[in-house]
C-alpha cells in the first residue's frame, strides 16, 4: 500500500486516505462557503488564512472527486492530518524529502537560494531538467527570503533562526529530467523522470529545543536523503590554514561543532530505523571552501571545476571524497569520519562554496554570485535516487584561482 509523506508535517498518509478540499463557491453557480478549518489554523498558527472551503473524506488514489454538501467535483487534495494541498505532482510522483542540516553559521540559506538557483537555471540546461514550485507559498518564500535578497539586491542572507521564534515552511519543488533515448534510436529508451523535492532548513539549535524539536524529529524521519553543512573555519585546523585576510568571529557554541549537530541528527534517526549503521545516504559538504583553496595542495582536486557532462563523474566524486577526508584528518577533524563511518551505510564529502568569493560589509562581493560546486550533493543524491547515469574517464578542467563564474 502506497503511503505519501506530508511535505508539511511529515506525517505517512496512505494514499486512498488522502482528503479533498472544496472548489467553493464562484459568483452565483454551485459550491460551499467558506469555514474555519481548525486543523489548518493549529499548523499555520494563524485563523486568518485558514477561512476556505471545507475538506472531505473521499479516495485520494483517483486524483477527484465530487463534494458530497455541493456536488461539485475537485482536484484539490490534502493532507488528513493538517489540511495543508498535497500538490498533484506531488501524489502522482516519488517523493524525495532532502533534510539540509547545518550550525548556525554554515550558510544553510545562502545554500538553498544558490542551489535552486542553479538548478533554475545552469545545472537545469545541463541535466535538461525543469524545476517547479509544487505551489504558491515556495513561490514566495523562495522570492521573498532567497532570490530577492541574494540576486536582486545582493544582500548577504541573514542566519536561520530558530523555528521556535520564526516558523518556517519547507519549500516543494517537482523536478523533472528528460530521459536520454539509448542506442541511438530516437524514441527508445525516452521519457521523462520526475520526482519532487522538499528542503527543509534545519537550526542547529532546534534539534536541542523542546518547543520545536517534534516536527523537525518527524522531517528527519521521513527523509530519504540528508545533507550536512559544516563550516570549515569552526574546525581549528582549518582556521589555522586560512590564508591571508582576518579570521572572522566566531562564539564558542557547542550548537556550532559540526560533530555535536551530526550526533543530534544521526540520534534522531536512529529512533525509527533498525539496524547498527543507517542506510539513509548522507552528504557532508565544507562550505566557504573558497577561503581554503590558497592553502591547498596544486594537484588538489578541489582546484578542479566539475565537467559539465550531464552525468555524474565518478572518478571526479572520488577525487573530491578522499581529498575533503585527507583535509579532515589534517585538521584534527577525523572524528568526523571516524563517526560517520560507524553509524552510516553511505556517506560522502564535498567541497563547495556558495558565493565563491568573501563577501564584505553585509553584501555579496563585486563579482557577483559565483557557485563553486554547490551542486555536487544533489548529483550525487540523484545519481544515488537512479536519475542520474554515473560515468568514468571525463577530463577535469582547472579551477582559476581567483574563482569559478558559473
Not at 522570492?143 to 542566519?159: G, M, V
Not at 550525487?380 to 568514468?392: A, P
Amino acid at each position: 500500500m502506497r503511503a505519501i509523506t506530508c511535505p508539511y508535517c511529515f506525517a505517512a498518509v496512505p494514499a486512498q486516505r488522502i482528503e479533498f478540499r472544496c472548489l467553493g463557491r464562484a459568483g452565483r453557480g454551485p459550491g460551499c462557503e467558506p469555514v474555519l478549518d481548525r486543523r489548518l489554523a493549529d499548523y499555520t498558527g494563524s485563523a486568518a488564512a485558514a477561512s476556505l472551503p471545507p475538506v472531505f473524506s473521499a479516495s485520494g488514489r483517483r486524483g477527484r472527486a465530487a463534494c458530497p454538501a455541493c456536488g461539485k467535483p475537485t482536484g484539490r487534495r490534502v493532507c488528513p492530518e493538517c489540511h495543508n494541498p498535497l500538490p498533484s505532482a506531488y501524489c502522482d510522483t516519488p517523493g524525495r524529502i532532502v533534510a539540509l542540516v547545518g550550525a548556525k553559521n554554515a550558510g544553510k540559506s545562502t545554500y538553498i537560494a544558490v542551489l535552486l538557483h542553479e538548478l533554475m537555471n545552469r545545472i537545469g540546461t545541463e541535466l535538461d531538467t525543469s524545476l517547479v514550485a509544487c505551489d504558491d507559498r515556495t513561490i514566495d518564500r523562495y522570492k521573498r527570503d532567497f532570490a530577492r535578497p541574494l540576486y536582486d539586491e545582493r544582500r548577504l542572507l541573514p542566519t536561520t533562526a530558530s523555528a521556535a521564534t520564526t516558523p518556517r515552511e519547507p519549500l516543494v519543488y517537482l523536478l523533472t529530467r528528460t530521459r536520454r533515448p539509448r542506442f541511438g534510436r530516437l524514441n527508445l529508451g525516452g521519457g521523462n523522470d520526475a520526482l519532487t523535492l522538499v528542503l527543509f532548513d534545519t537550526a542547529g539549535e532546534d534539534l536541542r529545543s523542546r518547543d520545536v524539536r517534534d516536527l523537525h524529529l518527524r522531517y528527519l524521519e521521513a527523509a530519504d536523503a540528508v545533507i550536512f553543512l559544516v563550516d570549515p573555519l569552526e574546525l581549528p585546523g582549518a582556521r589555522a590554514a586560512l590564508v591571508g585576510g582576518a579570521l572572522p568571529v566566531t562564539a564558542d557554541d557547542p550548537d556550532s561543532e559540526p560533530i555535536n549537530v551530526i550526533a543530534r541528527v544521526t540520534e534522531a534517526l536512529q529512533a525509527r530505523r533498525s539496524g547498527d549503521r543507517l542506510r539513509i545516504p548522507v552528504a557532508v559538504a565544507l562550505t566557504k571552501i573558497d577561503a581554503l583553496q590558497p592553502s591547498f595542495a596544486r594537484q588538489s582536486a578541489l582546484h578542479r571545476s566539475r565537467q559539465s557532462q550531464g552525468a555524474l563523474d565518478l572518478d571526479d566524486r572520488e577525487a573530491v571524497d578522499e581529498q575533503v577526508r585527507a583535509l579532515l584528518h589534517e585538521w584534527q577533524a577525523g572524528q568526523l569520519d571516524r563517526y560517520l563511518r560507524q553509524h552510516y551505510l553511505e556517506y560522502g564529502f564535498f567541497g563547495l562554496s556558495a558565493l565563491g568569493g568573501m563577501p564584505g560589509d553585509g553584501r555579496v562581493g563585486a563579482g557577483g554570485v559565483q557557485p563553486y560546486r554547490a551542486e555536487d550533493p544533489l548529483l550525487w543524491l540523484l545519481h544515488r535516487f537512479g536519475m542520474l547515469d554515473g560515468v568514468r574517464g571525463a577530463a577535469a578542467s582547472p579551477w582559476p584561482a581567483a574563482g569559478r563564474n558559473a
